[in-house]
């Protein structure tokens, strides 16, 4: 991955995730769940040995998350009427079970204390790192949202079947830019070899 891209996608996520940035802290649950991001990070590379292409959906699933009302996880929940299947998102967006079987996994160290909205945050960092972009420290304390919204995924989120400017209007309207939609739409092009060594 080119790095001038690396740092473009890095800056894309620290603005996505800004909502309630001051509430978020990077040790957030450093006592409630010690190992979360090692049980994130062995989860995600699993994932990644199994089908490297699952980096690209997973950081594409984190961004169409917050792309709506956030990042809030809400993306995750079902029902027909939820974000999953909106049209933007049929046959597009994928990595669900990856998300629960992390989710899953954090679960039996640490029951009902961390967020999907965290678990899906953290996997897309950990997604674009071990597939050679850059690092972060992730702000964690987010709170799941409890209501997928279908009618603003499908206003909100750019689709392919936009013309260009509708895509560049439907970013800068959440304050993104051009570089931001060859950024995120170039994330589906991921080198074939997983940075694995990576901690």
Not at 12 to 24: D, E, K, N, P
Not at 69 to 81: E, R
Not at 181 to 190: D, E, N, R
Request: overall charge negative; charged content about 20%; proline content about 4%.
């Amino acid at each position: 991955m080119h790095k001038s891209c690396n740092l473009q996608i890095l800056s894309i996520f620290m603005l996505l995730c800004g909502v309630a940035r001051s509430q978020l802290t990077a040790d957030f649950y450093s006592t409630s769940c010690p190992n979360l991001l090692t049980i994130v990070r062995r989860e995600v590379k699993n994932a990644l040995r199994n089908e490297m292409r699952m980096a690209a959906s997973i950081l594409r699933l984190h961004f169409h998350d917050c792309f709506v009302n956030g990042c809030d996880g809400s993306v995750l929940l079902d029902g027909s009427d939820g974000e999953k299947f909106a049209a933007p998102n049929l046959n597009s967006a994928r990595g669900f079970e990856v998300i629960d079987a992390i989710k899953s996994a954090v679960e039996s160290a640490c029951p009902d204390v961390v967020s999907c909205a965290d678990i899906l945050t953290i996997a897309a960092r950990d997604s674009v790192l071990l597939s050679g972009g850059p690092s972060w420290n992730v702000l964690l304390g987010r709170r799941d949202g409890l209501v997928s919204n279908q009618t603003g995924a499908n206003l909100s989120l750019p689709s392919p079947f936009e013309s260009l400017d509708a895509i560049i209007a439907k970013f800068v309207a959440v304050g993104l830019n051009t570089t931001d939609v060859v950024a995120l739409s170039g994330t589906s092009k991921i080198p074939t070899k997983v940075g694995f060594d990576q901690t």
